[in-house]
């Protein structure tokens, strides 16, 4: 059972670069989310699908944009790389509706560095 | 604004010495209050979710409890492979998919 998986595992940009990061999940959930993690910061949400067809802006969207391709995948697209968006990008899913608590389930993460 | 601190920002105990992390939250209506383990290198993983004032949770040596300003997370009798962050995170009554997370405990817990 693969769960969340996430590729690539490792990046490294230089300034300028465009590069999209990609996540599916194999448990049949509605939502997801891409969330970034910076040292002293926590995990800061990027954008979320709260079911297929459907985006919106978390806490930091700025420089990202997603793609909810079909209910199992959901792309993060960096179009013009910044040395502040070197950092380490994860992608969740969960279960349920829109008012739902369950359990967010992660993948192992994408560690991203913009020369 | 939704806020979760987290303290300390790091704890080593012996193996076998009890101790608890703190969470203080400021939420706009508690939907529900999370604790997550990350591991070096992976990502987090879902240990409990505490919905309201006096709720408590335990799971092995772990065991959650919450108020209506913080959450502990008190581990009796660490053992080393219970070395790993520990994040606390919080649902709002509003915004639903957003959780807001703190930014983790480091627990060493040596032999």
């Known amino acids: 059972n693969a769960g969340v998986t996430q590729t690539p595992k490792f990046q490294v940009l230089k300034t300028g670069q465009s590069m999209t990061l990609q996540c599916a999940q194999d448990?049949?959930?509605?939502?997801m989310y891409w969330y970034r993690q910076d040292p002293g910061m926590g995990l800061r949400l990027i954008y979320y699908?709260?079911?297929?067809?459907?985006?919106d802006k978390g806490e930091v969207p700025n420089g990202y944009n997603v793609s909810r391709l079909n209910k199992r995948e959901f792309s993060l697209r960096l179009e013009s790389a910044a040395p502040s968006q070197t950092s380490v990008y994860f992608c969740?899913?969960?279960?349920?509706?829109?008012?739902?608590?369950?359990?967010?389930?992660f993948g192992e993460g994408s560690r991203l560095t913009v020369l | 604004e939704d806020q979760v601190t987290q303290s300390p920002e790091a704890l080593r105990l012996q193996e076998g010495e009890s101790s608890s992390l703190n969470c203080s939250y400021t939420?706009?209506?508690?939907?529900?209050l999370f604790w997550y383990r990350q591991d070096p290198g992976k990502g987090p993983e879902f240990l409990f979710t505490l919905y309201s004032a006096g709720e408590e949770k335990e799971k092995e040596r772990l065991k959650a409890t919450l108020t209506k300003k913080e959450s502990f997370l008190h581990i009796t009798a660490p053992k080393p492979e219970d070395s790993a962050t520990y994040l606390c995170?919080?649902?709002?009554?509003?915004?639903?998919?957003?959780?807001?997370f703190g930014t983790g405990t480091r627990l060493l817990v040596s032999p």
């Open positions: 699908s709260a079911s297929e067809g459907t985006t």
């Open positions: 939420v706009s209506g508690l939907r529900g």
């Open positions: 448990m049949n959930h509605n939502s």
């Open positions: 995170a919080v649902q709002a009554n509003t915004g639903f998919q957003k959780l807001v």
């Open positions: 969740a899913s969960r279960s349920g509706t829109a008012a739902n608590t369950g359990e967010l389930f």
